[in-house]
Antibody, heavy 123, light 107 residues
């Protein structure tokens, strides 16, 4: 069965950095794009970043552009989110989501989501 | 950026009732609209994609309709496990994916 497992969330000071990981299994990882989506406590969903199935394209929300970097290691079935210059507004549960459409030139929607990892930015 | 607006914010209903949730896009998204269900402490679950196609394993009581800027999600007979927050998301013009603010369906 499809599984996505996020890790790496913790408490970090403002201005700090953190690297999140998303470990995937149960599907042909190299065929699917992965998205990161976050949810601040008690709030709605905010798309953060996308990486194409082959890693050739990355897209970011304006709110994180220049601070976050998404990457993938297809040999390890993993996606990463490097987060720098963190602020309190980055406090959220971060989910990775598998895009539903295989070998797609763009993103569509997430058919499987991980359980999330909590990032808290606080001094 | 396309803004997605859901209504109402909260819906108070009883089990067995028929429920319709609305989602409006600030510009046309064609049929590139997905619906998700999220229960407390859980991650979102895909219910509907392409405005009206049910995702794998989603019960038949869930149905989606609409195109362009107006969309609805209907639960024909609400079950106890359906009490949750529902989000719509457009993927026609992205980045970014944009989500509605959610509709909470409560008892």
């Amino acid at each position: 069965q499809v599984q996505l497992v996020e890790s790496g969330g913790s408490v970090v000071q403002p201005g700090g950095s953190l690297r999140l990981s998303c470990a995937a299994s149960g599907f042909t990882f190299t065929n699917y794009a992965i998205h990161w989506v976050r949810q601040a406590p008690g709030k709605g969903l905010e798309w953060v970043a996308f990486i194409k199935y082959d890693g050739s394209d990355q897209q970011y929300a304006d709110s994180v552009k220049g601070r976050f970097t998404i990457s993938r290691d297809n040999s390890r079935n993993a996606v990463y989110l490097q987060m720098n210059s963190l602020t309190g507004e980055d406090t959220a549960v971060y989910y990775c989501a598998k895009d539903r459409v295989a070998v797609a030139p763009t993103g569509y929607y997430g058919d499987y989501w991980g359980q999330g990892t909590l990032v808290t930015v606080s001094s | 950026e396309i803004v997605m607006t859901q209504s109402p914010g909260t819906l108070s209903v009883s089990p067995g009732e028929r429920v319709t949730l609305s989602c409006r896009a600030s510009q046309s998204v064609g049929s590139s609209l997905a619906w998700y269900q999220q229960k407390p402490g859980q991650s979102p679950r895909l219910l509907i994609y392409s405005a009206s196609a049910r995702a794998t394993g989603v019960p038949g009581r869930f149905s989606g309709r609409g195109s362009g800027t107006e969309f609805t999600l209907t639960i024909s007979s609400l079950q106890s496990e359906d009490f949750a927050v529902y989000f719509c998301q457009q993927y026609e013009k992205w980045p970014p994916w944009t989500f509605g603010q959610g509709t909470k369906v409560e008892i």
